[in-house]
C-alpha cells in the first residue's frame, strides 16, 4: 500500500446502527495509489454502549463499541447522585463491558471512605476506586485495569473530572480541563467528541462528553444486573408478578421494614422499569404505526394498478 490515507474514510451504511463507532474495527478497501480507502465493513463488535438518543429519535444511540471496561466517573463535591450512578451501572452491564465505579476529588470531602461504602452498596460486584489526580491517589489501580492492551470508557457527567484522569494516566496534559462552577458544582463541557487515547503502557481509553442526561435504550438484563439485591429478594415474595407496591407478604417490602434495603434504591428500581416499559411501548407504537403505513401503500398501489388494467 503506497497510498497514504487522509483520515477521512467514505462509508456506506443502511442507517445509523451500522455506521462505525469509537472503538470499532472496520474492513477497508484502499485502491493502489489513493489516498482515501472506502470502510465496506464494521467487524462483529464484543461490546456495545448506547443510550436512547435525543428527542423523538427511536434509533439508540451508539456511544462506544469493543469496550472491554466501562469506567464510571462521579465527583465526591455536590455533583454526586447515586441514584444517576445507578443509571450508568445499567448501561455499562448491558453493554457487555465490566463496569468499574471511578470516584474522583477524593481529596474534597472529609470522609471519602464512608462515601466509597455508600457506593458499594448500591455498585454490587463492581470495583469502586478512590482517586485524585492532584495526589496521584487511585491512578495506578486505574491503570492496572487496562492491562493487556483492554480499551476502557470513561463515562460520566461533565466536570467530573474525566479528562483531567486521563492526563493522569498518560503523563502529561492531553485533554483540556476546565474549573468548575463553585455555586453548585456543575461542570462545563472540555470534551466534545468521542476520542480514542493511547496510554504508554498499552491501554486504550475513549473520552466521551459529559452526560448529565442519561436515558435509557434496551437495557432490561442491565438493571436486572444492577438490582441483583431486589431481584434476589423478589424470589422470596408470594406472587410471581408482585410488584412489590400494594401485595402482601413481600419479600422486598419486609427488606426495606427490616432496615435492609434502601427504599429509595426500590423508588430507583421502579423508575427504571417504569422507563424501560414506556420505550417498549413507544418502539411498538412506532412499529405498528410503520406496518399501517406500508400496509396503506402497498393498498394504494394495488388500486392503482388494477384499475390501470380495467378494459
Avoid at 472529609?110 to 476506586?129: K, N, Q, T, W, Y
Avoid at 496510554?199 to 436515558?215: A, F, K, N, V
Avoid at 438484563?221 to 401485595?247: I, K, M, N, Y
Wanted: aromatic share 4%; glycine share 8%; net charge positive.
Amino acid at each position: 500500500m503506497d497510498a497514504k490515507l487522509s483520515g477521512r474514510l467514505r462509508h456506506e451504511a443502511a442507517g445509523r446502527l451500522d455506521l462505525p463507532a469509537v472503538g470499532d474495527w472496520v474492513a477497508l478497501d484502499v485502491p493502489a495509489r489513493e489516498a482515501v480507502g472506502k470502510i465496506v465493513a464494521v467487524l462483529p463488535r464484543a461490546s456495545l454502549f448506547t443510550r436512547k438518543a435525543a428527542g423523538r429519535e427511536r434509533e439508540p444511540q451508539i456511544v462506544a463499541a469493543n469496550v472491554d471496561v466501562v469506567f464510571i466517573v462521579t465527583s465526591l463535591n455536590d455533583e454526586f447522585n447515586a441514584r444517576r450512578l445507578e443509571r450508568y451501572l445499567a448501561l455499562a452491564w448491558e453493554s457487555g463491558a465490566r463496569p468499574v465505579v471511578v470516584l474522583s476529588k477524593a481529596d474534597v470531602p472529609a470522609d471519602p471512605e464512608a462515601r466509597r461504602r455508600e457506593v458499594e452498596a448500591i455498585a454490587l460486584g463492581v470495583p469502586v476506586h478512590l482517586t485524585s489526580a492532584t495526589s496521584g491517589l487511585g491512578i495506578q489501580e486505574l491503570r492496572t485495569h487496562l492491562t493487556g492492551h483492554r480499551t476502557g470508557a470513561l463515562l460520566g457527567s461533565s466536570g467530573v473530572g474525566k479528562s483531567t484522569l486521563i492526563n493522569a494516566l498518560v503523563g502529561f496534559e492531553r485533554q483540556a480541563t476546565a474549573e468548575i462552577r463553585r455555586s453548585d458544582s456543575s461542570g462545563r463541557h472540555t470534551t466534545t467528541r468521542r476520542e480514542l487515547v493511547l496510554l504508554p503502557d498499552g491501554g486504550l481509553l475513549i473520552d466521551t462528553p459529559g452526560m448529565r442526561e442519561l436515558q435509557l435504550a434496551d437495557a432490561a438484563q442491565g438493571v436486572l444486573a444492577s438490582f441483583e439485591d431486589v431481584d434476589a429478594l423478589a424470589a422470596g415474595c408470594a406472587f410471581r408478578d408482585c410488584t412489590h407496591g400494594p401485595e402482601p407478604d413481600c419479600s422486598v417490602k419486609a427488606a426495606i421494614s427490616a432496615g435492609q434495603l434502601d427504599p429509595q434504591r426500590l423508588q430507583s428500581y421502579h423508575k427504571l422499569v417504569a422507563e424501560l416499559a414506556r420505550r417498549e411501548r413507544d418502539v411498538d407504537q412506532h412499529a405498528a404505526a410503520q406496518t399501517r403505513s406500508r400496509d396503506k401503500a402497498a393498498a394504494k398501489a394495488l388500486r392503482k394498478r388494477f384499475k390501470n388494467q380495467r378494459p
